[in-house]
């Protein structure tokens, strides 16, 4: 009896002590970034190399470095599961460690995030996810989502088919289909596909997949019967591999079978093993573990027993894309200290250095990432950035880039981030600030 | 006007293109017996406990992860197979000694509510057993398509559809042409009166389980070589909701004619009128027909009435 009376204290101490033992990190001079991951649950498959990506980059940065000058990232995961509910819990959990900014990962969380960012001064960084209209700086100081948008992916898919077909004049008569994830993320690039079928005059088709897509039958027949000439797939999940796999096995020409940037990773291709081959996908961003920041992750990381990943899974597609994501918030927390001194910092410091985010090819270079994505420059008007696109093609046992950096057609799609911007401003009762004033 | 140019449109189309309409109902017929292979785990169960088995989704994902992951540890595919049906048979009888057991005589919603805490351990001690990432089935079903009469007719549709049609061949044989066979269906019918004329409970219990996590097998194997094992594999137990509201909970040759209708139905559904409404009625077509079915026919096509005296 006693031996369980004293079991149950030691568990209530234990209990009781967990929590200030977690916050303790955020009470020494480091900066916090809380991560919510989705490492279980469906989405698993894409959530754990980007999990893995931010915990070893993160991991790199103290161990290589002591920090951000001298400066220690301090972070901790939180399981969302992908799902909104539960991620705006997490965030709202980890809120009480005075975070300075937050990768949702996931365009539902971001979008619940987005009117709490200004009241919380947390930093939304949703690197070519959620709402694009949140690019204009203008209207939404609190968010990021450089460097590209799904407006500007969208519009830089148009003129890749373009310049496959021999220039985007050749487009008019052709048939591309949409095929997308039934939700707000899905639906994202619809207008701007709409708006560049208008200008050039090919034949659009949206085709819906509810969630979570396991089966698209009906979708396949109809691309059937419309024969397109290319086809375009918004897809996360289970939806990317049987949309692969039920392209590969209708024998639709998988070269002209392009995924957005979130439909071309290592798993989206498992299923359907060398149907597969030839499939492309767009992406902003180089895959493979050939860079030096990839030795360097191998050597200062997981040579200490600190890796997140299996050795193997450094430098997959989403792993590299969670790493640039995470590079990025390191370098805007080191532009806010060229500023404000280093020294742990506000969530306002930390804004002013993203927007204020100039890397430079020299700077790619120093970091390793040298041709890994294209030097960026943020401003306060325009938060997505002067990123560019590129394709990658799966050729049977990785990913390789075949084309150059597309730009996007920013004389669309700028205009109509702008008029979206106001509209959704508008919901949140946002104003515009003059952005001439603060420079 | 526009509405009804609409809804005359698709039987021009129908009447325009004949063999596409045939290849939209051979898509319809496969992707019902699809569905039908993962309401058949469903109904054995409720047909022989009148449990609703909430895990019965996750009992196919645990069947297929098992399947591929000995298979990935070089593990040949008879062999894999046969030690897959043990792990099943094992977890039958974990099944009714942890959890039904000590449930016997307790409501059946406290049953239904044991499978639902199943749901939960078994998805994450899979996860835990075998990893979360995508896996490749390859059980030698090509994934291929060929055409027949300008028809394109994909051969592991063509070979789910046959294995359907032979396991229910298989269970109908089972419950009426064998002596455990009417011993699960005295159970189903009565308990206490079974347990009186000497019908074990607990065995005729692992039986069934068994039996059921054999059909998750090969609706895993199917689903698995569909679209790659993965922790949406589950997710497809929602699917076949609809089709045991249309077929009936206690019938077997009712969960194939729910799936085929509820699988023709959406594939028609989608393809022809879907656009008129902006496309993905594939889904909730399905809960559709289901709730009409439940408003005329509540014990649906082949189940049983069931006329309690209060």
């Known amino acids: ?439 | 006007m526009d509405v009804l140019y609409g809804l005359v449109t698709p039987f021009r189309d129908i009447a325009g293109s004949p063999a596409f309409f045939v290849e939209v109902l051979i898509g319809g017929v496969a992707a019902g017996l699809m569905y039908s292979l993962v309401a058949l785990g469903f109904v054995l169960i409720f047909k022989a406990s009148g449990v609703f088995n909430f895990a019965q989704g996750v009992m196919v994902l645990f069947a297929a992860l098992t399947l591929v992951g000995l298979m990935e540890r070089g593990v040949p595919v008879v062999l894999a197979l046969g030690l897959t049906v043990l792990v099943m048979i094992l977890l039958a009888f974990a099944i009714e000694r942890v959890v039904l057991r000590p449930l016997v005589n307790q409501e059946h919603i406290i049953l239904f509510m044991a499978t639902i805490g199943l749901t939960f351990f078994l998805e994450g001690f899979g996860e835990m057993l075998w990893g979360s990432n995508v896996k490749r089935l390859d059980v030698g079903i090509p994934d291929e398509s060929f055409m027949v009469a300008g028809v394109l007719v994909n051969r592991l549709e063509l070979t789910a559809a046959l294995t359907a049609a032979i396991l229910v061949a298989v269970l109908a044989v089972f419950f009426h042409g064998t002596r455990i066979g009417r011993a699960l269906r005295a159970v189903a019918d009565d308990h206490e009166a079974a347990l009186s004329i000497g019908i074990p409970l607990k065995t005729i219990w692992v039986i069934v389980w068994s039996v059921a996590g054999g059909v998750a097998i090969v609706a895993g194997i199917m689903w698995g070589a569909k679209s790659g094992v993965q922790f949406s594999l589950s997710l497809i137990a929602l699917k076949s909701l609809p089709v045991l509201i249309l077929g009936g909970f206690t019938s077997v040759p009712g969960a194939i004619a729910g799936g085929l209708i509820i699988g023709v139905g959406e594939k028609i559904g989608e393809v022809y009128w879907g656009p008129l409404v902006g496309g993905a009625i594939e889904n909730w077509f399905a809960y559709g027909l289901a709730l009409v079915f439940l408003l005329f026919r509540p014990q649906g096509l082949f189940g049983e009435k069931i006329i309690e005296r209060v």
């Open chain 1, 1 to 439: 009896m006693r031996v369980k009376v004293l079991l149950s204290v030691l568990l209530a101490l234990a209990v009781a002590a967990g929590p200030l033992a977690a916050v303790a990190p955020a009470q020494d001079k480091s900066i916090f970034i809380p991560l919510l991951v989705y490492r279980t649950g469906p989405y698993a498959p894409s959530g754990i190399p980007i999990a893995n990506g931010a915990s070893d980059y993160f991991n790199l940065v103290n161990e290589r470095d002591g920090g951000v000058n001298g400066v220690k990232i301090a972070y901790e995961e939180c399981e969302t599961q992908y799902d909104t509910k539960q991620g705006v819990e997490c965030y709202e959990r980890l809120k009480s460690r005075s975070p300075v900014l937050v990768n949702p990962y996931s365009t539902g969380i971001t979008y619940q995030l987005i009117p709490k960012a200004p009241g919380d001064k947390v930093v939304i960084h949703s690197m070519g996810y959620g709402m694009t209209a949140s690019a204009d700086g203008r209207w939404f100081p609190w968010v990021f989502n450089f460097p590209m948008t799904y407006w500007s992916q969208a519009s830089a898919f148009v003129k890749y088919v373009g310049q496959q077909e021999g220039g985007v004049e050749k487009l008019k008569g052709k048939k591309i289909a949409h095929i997308y994830h039934n939700s707000p993320y899905g639906r994202e690039a619809n207008p701007t596909l709409e708006e560049l079928a208008r200008k050039y005059g090919f034949e659009l088709t949206l085709l819906a997949v509810d969630h979570p897509g396991q089966e698209q039958g009906a979708t396949w027949l109809q691309v059937r019967r419309i024969n397109p000439n290319w086809i375009f797939i918004s897809g996360w999940g289970v939806m990317n591999q049987v949309a692969v796999k039920e392209a590969a096995s209708k024998g639709f020409p998988m070269d002209h079978v392009i995924g957005n940037w979130w439909t071309g990773t290592e798993a989206d291709v498992v299923p359907a093993a060398d149907g597969a081959k030839g499939y492309k996908s767009m992406t902003f961003h180089a895959p493979g573990a050939n860079f030096k920041v990839h030795q360097d992750i191998l050597k200062h990381v997981y040579d200490k027993g600190k890796g997140a990943a299996r050795r193997e899974a450094v430098g997959e597609v989403l792993y590299n894309r969670m790493a640039i994501n995470t590079m990025l918030n390191v370098e805007a927390i080191r532009t806010a200290m060229t500023k404000y001194g280093n020294k742990p910092l506000t969530g306002e410091q930390v804004r002013w250095g993203f927007e204020n985010l100039n890397l430079t090819e020299k700077r790619l270079e120093e970091l390793g990432m040298k041709g890994m994505m294209r030097p960026l420059r943020v401003t306060c008007e325009n938060h997505e950035g002067n990123g560019l696109a590129l394709v990658q093609q799966w050729d049977g046992k990785k990913w390789t880039i075949v084309s150059d950096w597309i730009e996007p057609i920013r004389e669309v799609v700028r205009p109509k981030l702008e008029a979206a911007a106001v509209e959704e401003a508008k919901k949140l009762s946002y104003t515009m600030r003059d952005c001439a004033k603060e420079k």
